[in-house]
C-alpha cells in the first residue's frame, strides 16, 4: 500500500487522470452523500480538518473493507488544481448490532500544509487499486480550528430559516444533544437548557432531523438572544437529514462523532448527554469545579465516567412547595423527585466528559478510543439522573430532593424569563398529575 502511495505521487501522470469536479458553491448538499465504487462505503457526512489530518464521518457495512481507499486532497478549488495522495485510515465505530455502522476516514498527512503554508480545501477519495476509474465523492474540508469573533456561521434550525450568528471564542463545557427527530416537546428543551446553563455548559450542540413549529421557535430565540448578546449559552443547531438506511437511534454515533471534531478544538471539555438527561454534582456548585477536583485526584484522566439512575415520570412527586411552578412550566426537575433505588454499574448507561484533545471517538456510553485513564466518579459526588419511565430491579424508590433543592429556584427564574420570550409558544405536552406509581418490573 505504502509503495502505491508513493507511486501515486507521480504528478504528470494522475494530473491528468484526476481532476476536480465543477462545485457548485449555491444551495446545499445533502448531509449524508452517496457513495459508490468504494466497496463498503456507503455514505460521507462531512470532513473535518484537524491540523494534521482530514478526518471524514462515513456510514458503511459493518466489519466489511472499505476496498483501497485513498484520499486526493486540492489546495485549490481550481479545476486545474494539482492533487495530492494521502492515505486514508478507516475505522468502524460502535453498530449496537446495526449492519450499518458509522465510522470515520482519517486522510494522514506528514506535513500537513502544503509548500506555500495553506491547507486544503477540498478532498476526494479514489479506489486506489484502479485510480483511472476517478474520483468517487469530493467534499469541502471545514476548518474547526477557526474560531474568531468576526467570522458568522449559518446555523440551520427549521427547514426554512437560516440564521445568522457569531462564533464566539472557546468555551469550558461544550454539551452534544442526539438526533431531535420529530421532535416537538418544548417544554422539555427549555429546561434542559437552561439546567445546562447552571450546571456550566457554555453551547449545546444539537442535530435537526425534524422538528415541530414550537421546537423550531425555541430554537430561534436563544440563537437569537445570543447573537444579540443578551444570552450566554451558545445554543448550535445542524441540519441532520438521514440517508435512506437503517442505522442506530437516527445516527446517533455519526453526530456524536461529528460534534466532538467539530467543537473539540474551542472546547475544554465535552459531555455527551440525552435531552431527558442531567449530570447533577452533588459537593460542587458546577460541573467546572466537579472536574476540576477530580483532576487533581486522579492526574491525566482523559474522562470522567457518571453513573445513572432514573427518575420515575410514571407519577408525579413534585418538589414541595414548587407544585405550581412544577405544572405551570411543565418541569420535571420539579415535578419528580422520586427516584429508583438502584444506581446502574459503571458499564451501563453511564455517560462521560471528556477532554477532546485525547480522545480519538466516543460511544454512546463510554469512551471507544482514548490515550489515558478514565476516572470513575463515585455515585455520592456525581449522577446522572435520567427522567423517564421506570426501568428498574426493585419495587421500591426514594426522594430525592437534591437537584429540586438545590437548582429549583434559579431554574424557575430561567424558565419564567424563557417562557417570557415565547408568548403564544406551546409547551408540547402535559404532565401526569398522578401520584399512583406504575406497576415495577425487573430487568
Not at 462545485?23 to 445533502?30: E, L
Not at 481507499?69 to 495522495?85: E, G, H, K, R, T
Not at 471517538?361 to 456525581?382: K, L, T
Request: proline residues 5%; aromatic residues 10%; neutral net charge.
Amino acid at each position: 500500500m505504502i509503495e502505491g502511495i508513493r507511486q501515486l505521487w507521480d504528478k504528470k501522470k494522475y494530473s491528468q487522470v484526476i481532476k476536480l469536479p465543477h462545485m457548485s458553491s449555491g444551495g446545499r448538499h445533502p448531509d449524508f452523500q452517496e457513495v459508490q465504487g468504494l466497496g463498503s462505503l456507503l455514505y460521507v457526512h462531512a470532513a473535518l480538518w484537524q491540523g494534521d489530518h482530514v478526518r471524514i464521518t462515513v456510514v458503511k457495512k459493518l466489519n466489511v473493507p472499505v476496498c483501497t481507499a485513498l484520499c486526493v486532497l486540492w489546495y485549490s478549488s481550481d479545476q486545474n488544481a494539482i492533487p495530492y495522495f494521502a492515505q486514508a485510515v478507516v475505522r468502524d465505530l460502535e453498530s449496537y448490532n446495526f449492519e450499518n455502522a458509522c465510522g470515520y476516514i482519517k486522510c494522514i498527512l506528514k506535513a500537513g500544509k502544503n509548500e506555500t503554508g495553506e491547507i486544503p480545501v477540498l478532498v476526494s477519495l479514489v479506489d486506489g487499486s484502479d485510480i483511472e476509474s476517478g474520483l468517487k465523492i469530493t467534499l469541502p474540508i471545514e476548518d474547526t480550528r477557526i474560531h474568531t469573533d468576526d467570522k458568522k456561521e449559518n446555523i440551520s434550525i427549521g427547514k426554512k430559516i437560516d440564521i445568522k450568528i457569531k462564533k464566539t471564542w472557546a468555551v469550558e463545557f461544550t454539551e452534544c444533544l442526539p438526533t431531535m427527530y420529530g421532535f416537538g416537546n418544548a417544554g422539555m428543551l427549555v429546561e434542559k437548557l437552561e439546567m445546562s446553563k447552571l450546571l456550566g455548559a457554555g453551547r449545546v450542540v444539537l442535530y435537526n432531523t425534524s422538528i415541530e413549529p414550537n421546537v423550531d421557535a425555541v430554537l430561534r430565540m436563544y440563537t437569537q438572544e445570543f447573537a444579540a448578546g443578551r444570552e450566554k449559552l451558545e445554543v448550535m443547531v445542524h441540519s441532520w437529514d438521514l440517508p435512506p438506511i437503517t442505522m442506530h437511534y437516527w445516527g446517533q454515533i455519526a453526530a456524536m462523532e461529528d460534534c466532538l471534531y467539530r467543537y473539540k478544538w474551542t472546547s475544554r471539555y465535552m459531555v455527551f448527554t440525552d435531552m431527558d438527561e442531567l449530570i447533577i454534582p452533588f459537593h460542587h456548585a458546577s460541573w467546572s469545579e466537579l472536574i476540576a477536583d477530580r483532576e487533581k485526584l486522579n492526574p491525566g484522566s482523559v474522562a470522567f465516567k457518571i453513573r445513572s439512575t432514573v427518575m420515575r415520570k410514571d407519577h408525579s412527586s413534585p418538589a414541595k412547595g414548587l407544585e405550581t411552578e412544577a405544572f405551570h412550566y411543565r418541569s420535571e426537575v420539579l415535578r419528580v423527585t422520586d427516584r429508583d433505588d438502584y444506581i446502574w454499574p459503571e458499564v451501563d448507561r453511564t455517560k462521560v466528559f471528556v477532554n477532546p484533545a485525547k480522545i480519538e471517538s466516543v460511544e454512546v456510553h463510554g469512551v471507544y478510543e482514548g490515550y489515558g485513564p478514565i476516572d470513575n466518579v463515585p455515585p455520592d459526588q456525581a449522577l446522572l439522573y435520567h427522567y423517564r419511565w421506570p426501568l428498574r430491579k426493585s419495587c421500591t424508590d426514594i426522594r430525592d430532593t437534591r437537584v429540586a433543592d438545590k437548582y429549583g429556584q434559579r431554574l424557575i427564574q430561567g424558565l419564567k424569563a424563557a417562557w417570557a420570550k415565547l408568548k403564544d409558544v406551546p409547551s408540547g405536552w402535559n404532565p401526569t398529575n398522578e401520584t399512583e406509581r406504575a406497576q415495577c418490573r425487573n430487568i
